[in-house]
């Protein structure tokens, strides 16, 4: 009897706890997880100036003030501060203005940046001036940059002997291993203007080319005349050509420049050999067929001229 009492009594004590937990929705039985997302910082930049371009030494140099904007709650000032950029060797900067309330601060900064130019088309040729930067220590999961579509370029910022064309800004990712960070990225157009550089690249060349073609009017008499002029020119021509890449580092390709000066090289070349066989000719008495070779160099010199500028076309 006292046995049935007890386990009435139990049970009587166990089944309220039981039919709770029964009807206690799932939901409310298992507590979730706690989910972590990066923090968003969004950052901006306004080009005051490009300050120079060194095409020799691979580096350029900006003026432009720098800003990031924040929230409090999900990130602290000194954090944001802690960035650095990975393409220049700008060390130190200090900010102008700040605030962690109200999850902002502005940086002024000039400094170098260096880049690995493209020089194929040179001297007409575009290059992209970019400011990257990275956190030092958060990584994707824990810091994430956002473009600030604000990002512009001063009306006032020029640079002598280039063009600033458009400019973008945006973020992407780099890893290191296995692991990975935000990555701004905020990027100017600079371009030379066509007209300028060929003036100065190009037209030289032109009348320099032109003038050594002069020997093709000169009697076949007189061909000491015309290899003289001819040597002349060539001496010239290199000359430019040397002072003409003097301007960019050594580079393991062919730029625009070498290959419209291989082409003149062959002009130079075509014109040395005719006058050469010329002279052969003259001095086996042979005047009359020398004349007419020199008629027959001559258009086929326009053919050569026209296979040469559409061989630059293509390539």
């Not at 905020?186 to 007209?195: A, N």
């Not at 009359?288 to 053919?303: C, D, G, I, R, V």
Request: proline share 5%; with cysteine.
């Amino acid at each position: 009897m006292k046995k049935n009492c007890l386990f009435a009594l139990t049970f009587a004590f166990m089944l309220p706890p039981l039919l709770a937990l029964a009807f206690t929705p799932k939901a409310m039985a298992e507590s979730p997880e706690p989910q972590t997302s990066p923090a968003k910082v969004y950052v901006g930049v306004w080009l005051v100036n490009v300050e120079k371009v060194d095409l020799a030494a691979s580096s350029y140099r900006l003026d432009f003030y720098l800003w990031f904007k924040f929230n409090p709650s999900e990130i602290s000032l000194a954090d944001v501060k802690k960035f650095e950029f990975v393409n220049g060797p700008v060390a130190e900067f200090k900010p102008i203005e700040e605030n962690e309330t109200g999850g902002y601060v502005e940086y002024r900064i000039k400094g170098d940046f260096i880049k690995t130019f493209d020089f194929t088309k040179y001297p007409f040729e575009t290059h992209t001036l970019t400011i990257e930067l990275e956190h030092k220590e958060l990584d994707i999961s824990r810091l994430r940059y956002v473009a600030d579509q604000n990002s512009t370029i001063d009306e006032a910022a020029n640079i002598a002997g280039w063009e600033i064309g458009g400019h973008n800004a945006t973020e992407t990712e780099h890893s290191y291993g296995d692991e990975t960070y935000s990555r701004f990225i905020f990027s100017v157009q600079l371009r030379r203007p066509m007209l300028s550089s060929f003036v100065k690249s190009v037209l030289p060349i032109i009348v320099i080319t032109t003038i050594s073609l002069l020997t093709f009017f000169i009697s076949p008499q007189n061909f000491g005349q015309r290899i003289g002029l001819g040597v002349t020119t060539l001496m010239s021509a290199t000359a430019f050509h040397l002072s003409l890449l003097s301007g960019i580092p050594p580079i393991g390709y062919l730029t625009f420049a070498d290959r419209m000066m291989i082409s003149v090289y062959i002009i130079f070349l075509y014109n040395l050999s005719a006058s050469v066989y010329i002279m052969k000719l003259v001095d086996a008495k042979k005047t009359e067929e020398a004349t007419k070779f020199n008629s027959k160099a001559m258009k086929a010199l326009a053919a050569l001229i026209i296979v040469l500028i559409v061989i630059q076309m293509v390539i």
